[in-house]
Nanobody, 124 residues
C-alpha cells in the first residue's frame, strides 16, 4: 500500500515563496506520474501541476504557470512544488497525488494515491 505525505506548508505574505515536498513510501511508485492539486474553502479541488516519471514532461494550470515549478527526485522518492510570487488566491489545502498511467494529467479521477493535504495560507 502506497502512502504520500506532504510537508512545507504554512503562512506566508503575498509575494513570498514556499516549497512543498511530498514523500512517497510503502511502494516504489516507479513509473508513476505525480501531481499537485489544491482545494480552497468552499471550492472544488483543482489541478495545479503534474510531472511524469522521468521528469521530462510537466504540465501546469494556467493560474500558476510561470510562478510554480514541479520537480521530482526518484532516488529519494520525493516530489516538490516550488511556489514563487504567491498570491492570496493561492491559499488552499495542497494535495500530492500519484497516477500509475504516467501521464501528466489534470484529471483528479485518474490519480490512484493521495496525500492527506497541507495548508498553505497567503496573507495580503
Amino acid at each position: 500500500q502506497g502512502q504520500l505525505v506532504e510537508s512545507g506548508g504554512g503562512l506566508v505574505q503575498a509575494g513570498g515563496s514556499l516549497r512543498l515536498s511530498c514523500a512517497a513510501s510503502g511502494r516504489t511508485f516507479r513509473g508513476y506520474a505525480m501531481g499537485w492539486f489544491r482545494q480552497a474553502p468552499g471550492k472544488e479541488r483543482e489541478f495545479v501541476a503534474a510531472i511524469n516519471w522521468s521528469g521530462g514532461s510537466t504540465y501546469y494550470a494556467t493560474s500558476v504557470k510561470g510562478r510554480f515549478t514541479i520537480a521530482r527526485d526518484n532516488a529519494k522518492k520525493m516530489v516538490y512544488l516550488q511556489m514563487l510570487s504567491l498570491k492570496p488566491e493561492d491559499t488552499a489545502v495542497y494535495y500530492c497525488a500519484a497516477t500509475y498511467d504516467n501521464s501528466v494529467t489534470s484529471s483528479s479521477g485518474r490519480y490512484d494515491y493521495w496525500g492527506q493535504g497541507i495548508q498553505v495560507t497567503v496573507s495580503s
